[in-house]
């Protein structure tokens, strides 16, 4: 977290819990004046200080330091209008990678074929840690530049390797691959239409 964000922490805390500077600082046994350099900027708090500040704002430190809590995360979703898109495309993903993992796990298929199921569960896995919590404060959006194509070129191997029947898999695999490739095709098309309209 910058300087920035945390003085911006800090000052919103305080509000938050209808505190006059004069009043933390009351609690605090410091000046209003060291308590208005932390919200400024100018300074910060010691470690001492950040526990007592946790203790009065009923917190972690951890959750004092972090750039975003879970509600400044949802409402960054919801003021972004993303959040149903972005539970949705994270819900397919847990599905697809649900579905191929139990399908490594439990399918007597030839040697080539696993390495290609294990490939398809790292890019999905790799999808996955694309829409965590993490990247969403880092670019504030559903779509980044490195999920769209991922996620496309996941859905057309997958089905291309179904209808191929690649590395003589089986039907059961056939079908598992071509259900996951539709979905992401679903979800795919559902981001596009979501970007078309909200434009």
């Known amino acids: 977290m910058d300087d920035d964000q945390f003085s911006n922490q800090l ?8 505190l006059t500077q004069q009043q ?17 900027g100018r300074n910060q708090p010691d470690i001492n200080t950040l526990r007592k500040l946790a203790k009065i704002y009923g917190i972690s430190l951890d959750q004092l330091v972090s750039s975003a809590n879970d509600s400044d995360m949802k409402a ?14 994270n819900s397919a993903l847990d599905v697809i990678l649900a579905v191929l993992v139990i399908e490594r796990l439990t399918q007597d298929i030839p040697r080539s074929a696993f390495g290609f199921l294990d490939i398809l569960v790292l890019a ?3 999808l996955r840690l694309l829409r965590t919590r993490i990247a969403i ?14 996620y496309t070129l996941f859905a057309v191997v997958a089905i291309a390797s179904a209808v191929m029947n690649a590395f003589n ?19 795919l098309g559902l981001l596009l239409w979501h970007a078309v309209t909200h434009k």
């Open 11 to 18: 000052k919103n805390r305080r509000k938050q819990h209808s």
């Open 24 to 40: 933390l600082a009351d609690k605090l046994s410091v000046s209003r004046e060291t308590v208005s350099g932390w919200e400024t």
């Open 76 to 89: 960054i979703m919801r003021a972004s209008g993303h959040s149903r898109l972005f539970l949705y495309t």
């Open 124 to 126: 999905v896995l790799g």
């Open 137 to 150: 404060k880092k670019a504030f959006v559903v779509t980044s530049g490195l999920f769209i194509p991922g």
């Open 169 to 187: 898999m089986g039907l059961e695999i056939q079908y598992v691959l071509a259900f996951t490739g539709l979905l992401a095709i679903l979800n």
